[in-house]
């Protein structure tokens, strides 16, 4: 089972990009998924996760801007951003596990390679 995050690219603040992550091998519908970012020299940082029932997000900055779904149909996990910013800039990842406490936690068993965003100002 392996992840791919896509979807980042290079953009302006204040624009937005959606991010996905997708699955090959296993289907989502076990499976909790979240995203996280990381820059260097900094610990990585939990940006959303997703359950059946119930999703949550980082307030200290997402502060309304992110958007966490589910297709079920398609079988991907999108994170949508919004009003980006500089410092929104970071490898995005997503993760993956049977329990929504192992992704908010940050110790998913699913993890995928990451896609960069970049937020110029």
């Known amino acids: 089972v392996q992840l791919q995050a896509s979807g980042g690219g290079l953009v302006q603040a204040g624009d937005s990009l959606r991010l996905s992550c997708a699955t090959s091998?296993?289907?989502?519908?076990?499976?909790?998924v979240g995203w996280f970012r990381k820059v260097p020299e900094k610990e990585r940082e939990f940006v959303a996760a997703i359950g059946w029932k119930e999703h949550i997000y980082n307030e200290d900055f997402v502060k309304g801007r992110f958007t966490i779904s589910r297709d079920t149909a398609k079988n991907t996990v999108s994170l949508i951003m919004r009003r980006l910013q500089a410092d929104d800039t970071a490898v995005y990842y997503c993760?993956?596990?049977?329990?929504?406490?192992?992704?908010?936690?940050?110790?998913?068993?699913?993890w995928g390679q990451g896609t960069q965003v970049t937020v110029s100002s």
């Open positions: 993760a993956a596990d049977p329990s929504y406490d192992a992704v908010r936690s940050g110790v998913a068993e699913l």
């Open positions: 091998g296993q289907t989502f519908g076990n499976y909790s």
